[in-house]
């Protein structure tokens, strides 16, 4: 079967590519061999936002009334499955009433211009890796019994007692999740590393907020053994230390699915941290793209820069002169209890140009978060001293997520301070908060 482009990977980004390409009038198949959106609908952010809601519902609730009912797993869920199932079918029936082949199965390539699944040679003049990632495996004794965040998230029955292994957005997540709802929680650490790329002032103020929850964080403790217990628990043995939990769940780190491609046949270049792309996300094969988590580029490997990389590519391999891939203000997002929101340039990196001011506010008295009883809402923004328009901010509120997103447009667009004043927004409301930016100042 002939195709104009046949995408590899039927996750988010390589979806993204599917419906630009099949809105562009491309005639497009798209390969998947598990389900259908990937790792962010199915095992990923999706079930993980569907949790953290009850949560977060829970949290608020603790925080402005007393004697809240404690949370039922398995409510928390149930309703989790119900939105990660509607998800998953709103997204398959999306990419086929786009007019787009479905194929499920596993892809080898068979030349550049040709693949096979299950036998069945497909061809197209391009083709789009989007294989995505996998879950990193740790290897010493007993590493078997260790599970992934994906068991934690379609977890019918989540243990009382839980070990994290990692400590970074994914390990935060999941353990504000399970406090939340009752569970007790402890993270282990091979370094003191938490969060690395958000500001570490903000970071520590979340680690104390989690603490003070029931967290247990064990720093520069590496793991070297698990053995099963007959009382149905595991004793973990680090280097610092040993104890007993129910249940391991690894999120140390994500690998790119490259292997079992048969990506030789077509002289494909691949790294520890993917395949190779140019600044056009093109292969060292010229008819062959590649995006996403299984392809090593400059950005962090989340969802958001995959969708928009499908975008790109939708947009760009239409046109005879391709234009290099330009990325807009990056936001990103702890998803935990409170969140730890960054957009633009980092307090980190700010650091070393004299041009820029950081500047540290206690926003706990916004009326957003006033009204919600958010007592630890911290904001730092990131001046030109110059022209004083944002350049970054790193936030940590119950709404970080929101906010960082509403300065990601600030900055994208160049507002000034009397841009914004311009602006008429509802009020009372986050949007409304922005003015004390500058007021505060």
Request: charged share 20%; proline share 4%; net charge positive.
């Amino acid at each position: 079967m002939q195709y104009d482009v046949l995408i590899i990977g039927g996750g988010v980004g390589g979806g993204s590519a599917a419906l630009n390409l099949a809105a562009r009038g491309f005639k497009v198949a798209i390969v998947e061999e598990r389900d259908w959106g990937g790792t962010t609908i199915n095992r990923g952010s999706t079930p993980k936002r569907a949790l953290l809601a009850s949560a977060e519902t829970h949290f608020r609730m603790t925080q402005l009334v007393k004697n809240v009912a404690p949370l039922s797993w398995s409510e928390m869920a149930s309703h989790s499955a119900k939105v990660t199932l509607a998800a998953n079918q709103r997204y398959g029936n999306n990419l086929v009433n786009s007019g787009i082949t479905t194929i499920e199965g596993h892809a080898t390539f068979v030349n550049s211009k040709t693949i096979s699944v299950h036998g069945q040679e497909y061809q197209a003049k391009k083709i789009i890796l989007a294989t995505g990632a996998r879950p990193r495996r740790l290897e010493f004794p007993g590493s078997h019994y260790m599970e992934h965040s994906a068991s934690f998230l379609k977890s019918s029955n989540l243990p009382d007692n839980i070990t994290i292994v990692g400590a970074g957005i994914i390990a935060f997540a999941l353990a504000s999740i399970a406090t939340e709802a009752g569970k007790k929680v402890t993270i282990i650490q091979h370094n003191q590393k938490a969060l690395r790329i958000f500001d570490q002032d903000l970071v520590q103020v979340l680690i104390k907020r989690l603490e003070d929850a029931g967290v247990i964080f064990k720093f520069d403790n590496t793991i070297q053994n698990i053995t099963e217990l007959s009382t149905g628990f595991y004793k973990v043995t680090t280097d610092q230390d040993c104890f007993e939990t129910k249940a391991v769940y690894c999120a140390a780190g994500r690998i790119p699915n490259t292997e079992d491609l048969n990506l030789s046949a077509v002289g494909i270049k691949t790294g520890p941290q993917g395949i190779k792309v140019d600044e056009n996300l093109r292969t060292s094969n010229p008819k062959i793209f590649a995006l996403g988590d299984c392809c090593d580029v400059p950005v962090p490997k989340l969802s958001n820069y995959a969708i928009y990389q499908g975008k790109y590519l939708g947009n760009n391999l239409q046109k005879s002169v391709q234009f290099p891939i330009k990325y807009p203000t990056p936001a990103l997002t702890v998803f935990s209890i409170p969140k730890l929101g960054q957009v633009g340039i980092s307090t980190q990196q700010a650091t070393n140009k004299p041009e820029l001011e950081v500047k540290t506010m206690d926003i706990k008295n916004w009326q957003t978060y006033a009204r919600n009883g958010d007592d630890l809402a911290q904001l730092k923004i990131i001046f030109n001293k110059g022209s004083q328009q944002i350049v970054g901010a790193e936030v940590l509120s119950q709404d970080a997520d929101q906010l960082v997103d509403y300065l990601s447009l600030l900055i994208q667009q160049h507002v000034s301070a009397n841009d914004l004043q311009q602006q008429l927004f509802a009020y009372p409301s986050q949007a409304s908060d922005l003015y004390g930016i500058w007021q505060s100042k």
